[in-house]
């Protein structure tokens, strides 16, 4: 068995910008779930946790990409993310795995 360490994280989710943000509004209870525009296959609103497009970093090359919106947002989330790890003092010179989870053409889990 091949030895494995979490050196450093980063995460952004509906309920914060940073891994602490996120570890503290999970740990109180908060969720942050509603309604969105999108619709369900019987037509009712789908009810999820989104991060406000806001709160995410302008990146001027991804933004103007001729890319999809999904594509563009799955960037910039994934890049929140990396950038809030790789600040961390303790995460060194290591291998890194990043996942990130759609398949673009289905949008669902990809396998």
């Not at 309604?35 to 302008?58: H, Y």
């Not at 947002?73 to 890049?79: D, M």
Request: glycine share 10%; hydrophobic share 40%.
């Amino acid at each position: 068995m091949i030895p494995l360490s979490v050196r450093a994280v980063g995460m952004v989710s509906s309920v914060g910008n940073t891994a602490p943000e996120c570890f503290a509004s999970v740990g109180s209870g908060v969720a942050r779930i509603a309604e969105t525009a999108l619709m369900s296959r019987e037509g009712s609103p789908i009810r999820m946790g989104t991060v406000p497009p806001g709160s995410l970093p302008a990146l001027p090359g991804v933004d103007a990409a001729p890319r999809t919106t999904r594509h563009r947002r799955t960037v910039r989330l994934a890049h929140a993310a990396l950038t809030e790890a790789l600040d961390a003092e303790t995460f060194g010179s290591v291998p890194l795995l990043a996942v990130t989870g759609l398949d673009e053409e289905r949008g669902e889990l990809a396998r």
